[in-house]
C-alpha cells in the first residue's frame, strides 16, 4: 500500500472511529486512486478524495411512533447527504435493525461514484433507520414511516435530495413516505424514486437493479465472446434484487440454484424456473413469509439454515458458472471466495452494495475471476430512478420498452468506462479499478470547476 493510502486511512480511522464498513469501503477506492494520483498531482493537492470521504451534511433524528396497541417506539433516522457535485444527492432508505451511522457512510460514499458512473446528473446520499419491518403489520409500517417523513420531509426534495429504496424498503415503504411528504409540503413532485406507476414511478424501476447486474454480467461475458445462455448461477438474497436478478438470468438462458434470506438458503437442483420465481414473489412480497418455505412447495430442494457465526457461507459451495451476492454487505468472505473458485465460478456480479470483503476481492482479482464491483454491477438501479426524475419533470412517462433500452444503454457504458479506465491507468481487466477511477474522474472534475465550498 501506498503512503498516500496509509496516511488516509491513518485519518480516516482515527476521526470516524468504529465505522468498519467506511473504512472499508474508502480505502478500496483509495488504492485504486493511487495510480491516479501519480499522474494527476492536481488532485491531490485540490484535497479531493479528502474532501470525498467528508459528508457535505449528516442529519440525524428521532423518530417516535405509537403503535396500534397504543405502544410508543423510538427509531432513530439519517440522512447522509455525501455529495453534490454532480447533482442533488441520490440514494436509498435502508430499514434494518443493523443501520447506524457507519454502514449508511459507506453506502453514501459508494453510491458518489456509482451515481457518477451512469452519467446521470445524480449526486450521493443514503440514508434510513434501525426501524426492523421483518413481520411488522401494515398499520405500523405505515405510522413509523409517516413518522419518519414527519422529520426528513424539511430535509430534502426534488432538486435537493431524492431518496429511494433500499433493504427494507420497497414499494409499500415509498408510497406511505411520499403520501406524507406530499401533505406536509401541499406539492406532488418527484421527491422519491419507486413510486408506484398510477403515481409518478418509472416503468422497469422495481427490476433495475437485479436487471442491470445481469446485463453487467453479461457485458463482461461478452468480453469474453460468450453468453449467460446454459450458465448456472448462485444468487442470494430473496429480496428485490435477487428476484428480478433471477428473473432476467432466465430470460437469458441461465440457470438459478439458489436464493437465501438471513435465516437460510434453497438449491433447487432443477433450477428455479419462472412459475417457482413467481411463488417467491409471492411469498416474499404480498404473505412477506421465509424463503424456508419455497422446500415445502418444491420438495426437490433443500433448505440450509445459515448462522452468521459459521466461517464460511455454503450458499458459495456449490458446483457454478456465476454468481450473483445480492443481499448484503460482506457476505463473501475469502472462504466463500474460495470456494466459488473450487466450484468452477468465474464470473461474479454484485448487486448488493460491497458483498465481498477485501480479501475476497483480491483473491477474484489475482485469479482473473470476471468481478464486476456493486458500484458498477448494480448502478441499474439508480440509473433508472434518475429516468424517474427525467419523467417526473417531463410528467411524461416513458413505455417499458423504451426504459429497459436506456437501462441496458448504460450498463453497456459503465462497462466500457471500468474497462477503458483499468486499461488506461495500467490494470486491464481490474473493474475494480475501473469504476473506482471512471466515477471519481468526473466528480473531481467538477469539484475543481466549483472551488472548495
Ligand atoms: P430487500 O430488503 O428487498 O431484500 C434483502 C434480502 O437480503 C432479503 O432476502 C434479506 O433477508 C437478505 N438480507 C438482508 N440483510 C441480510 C443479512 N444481514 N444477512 C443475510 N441476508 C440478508 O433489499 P434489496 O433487494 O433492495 O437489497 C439487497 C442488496 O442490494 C443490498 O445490499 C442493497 O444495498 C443493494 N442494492 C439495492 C438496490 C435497490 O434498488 N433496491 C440498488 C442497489 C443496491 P431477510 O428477509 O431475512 O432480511
Redesign the pocket.
Known amino acids: 500500500m501506498s503512503d498516500y493510502v496509509n496516511e488516509l486511512m491513518a485519518q480516516v480511522k482515527a476521526k470516524n472511529p468504529a465505522e468498519p464498513e467506511f473504512h472499508q469501503a474508502v480505502e478500496e477506492v483509495a488504492e485504486s486512486l493511487a495510480l491516479v494520483y501519480d499522474r494527476h498531482p492536481e488532485y491531490r493537492a485540490a484535497k479531493i478524495l479528502e474532501r470525498i470521504i467528508e459528508p457535505e451534511r449528516i442529519i440525524t433524528f428521532r423518530v417516535p411512533w405509537v403503535d396500534e396497541q397504543g405502544e410508543v417506539h423510538i427509531n432513530r433516522g439519517f440522512r447522509i447527504e455525501m455529495n453534490s457535485a454532480i447533482g442533488p444527492y441520490k440514494g436509498?432508505l435502508?430499514f434494518?435493525p443493523?443501520v447506524n451511522q457507519g454502514i449508511l457512510k459507506f453506502?453514501a460514499f459508494e453510491q458518489v461514484f456509482k451515481n457518477s458512473l451512469t452519467s446521470l446528473p445524480m449526486g450521493g446520499g443514503k440514508g434510513g433507520s434501525d426501524f426492523d419491518p421483518?413481520g411488522k403489520s401494515d398499520m405500523k409500517i405505515m405510522r413509523f414511516c409517516q413518522a419518519f417523513m414527519q422529520e426528513l420531509f424539511r430535509h430534502i426534495g426534488p432538486n435537493t435530495d431524492v431518496p429511494?429504496?433500499?433493504?427494507?424498503?420497497?414499494g409499500r415503504e415509498i408510497g406511505f413516505m411520499f403520501g406524507m411528504y406530499k401533505k406536509l409540503r401541499n406539492e406532488f413532485t418527484g421527491v422519491l424514486t419507486g413510486k408506484g406507476l398510477n403515481w409518478g414511478g418509472s416503468l422497469i424501476r422495481p427490476e433495475?437493479?437485479g436487471y442491470g447486474a445481469v446485463y453487467f454480467a453479461a457485458e463482461m461475458l461478452g468480453s469474453k465472446n460468450e453468453t449467460l445462455e446454459g450458465k448456472t448461477c448462485l444468487v442470494?438474497?430473496?429480496?428485490?434484487?435477487?428476484q428480478f436478478t433471477t428473473e432476467k438470468i432466465l430470460e437469458l438462458g441461465g440457470k438459478v440454484l439458489t436464493l437465501?434470506?438471513?435465516?437460510g438458503y434453497i438449491y433447487d437442483p432443477e433450477g428455479i424456473n419462472t412459475e417457482k420465481l413467481h411463488f417467491v414473489m409471492d411469498l416474499?412480497n404480498v404473505r412477506r413469509g421465509?424463503?424456508k418455505e419455497y422446500v415445502e412447495k418444491y420438495p426437490n430442494a433443500t433448505y440450509t439454515a445459515v448462522d452468521?457465526t459459521m466461517e464460511y457461507n455454503p450458499i458459495w459451495d456449490h458446483k457454478a458458472d456465476c454468481a450473483f451476492p445480492?443481499?448484503?454487505?460482506n457476505?463473501i468472505n475469502l472462504k466463500d471466495a474460495q470456494n466459488l473458485r473450487k466450484n468452477g465460478v468465474y464470473v461474479v456480479s454484485e448487486?448488493?452494495?460491497m458483498?465481498t470483503t477485501p480479501d475476497g476481492v483480491r483473491l477474484f482479482l489475482e485469479d482473473g475471476i470476471l468481478y464486476g464491483p456493486?458500484k458498477a454491477a448494480?448502478a441499474g438501479?439508480?440509473a433508472v430512478s434518475g429516468l424517474e426524475m427525467s419523467q417526473n419533470s417531463q410528467r411524461l412517462p416513458w413505455t417499458r420498452e423504451e426504459v429497459d433500452k436506456r437501462l441496458q444503454m448504460i450498463m453497456h457504458n459503465i462497462h466500457k468506462t471500468c474497462v477503458d479506465n483499468a486499461d488506461r491507468f495500467g490494470t486491464p481487466g481490474n473493474y475494480v479499478n475501473g469504476a473506482n477511477i471512471g466515477g471519481f474522474l468526473k466528480v473531481a472534475d467538477a469539484m475543481i470547476d466549483q472551488g472548495v465550498v
Open positions: 436509498g435502508r434494518h443493523s453506502l421483518k429511494a429504496g433500499d433493504i427494507g424498503v420497497g433495475a437493479t442470494s438474497g430473496s429480496g428485490n434484487v435477487a437465501s434470506d438471513s435465516a416474499k421465509r424463503i452468521p445480492s443481499a448484503t454487505q457476505e448487486g448488493a452494495n458483498p456493486g448494480n438501479g439508480v
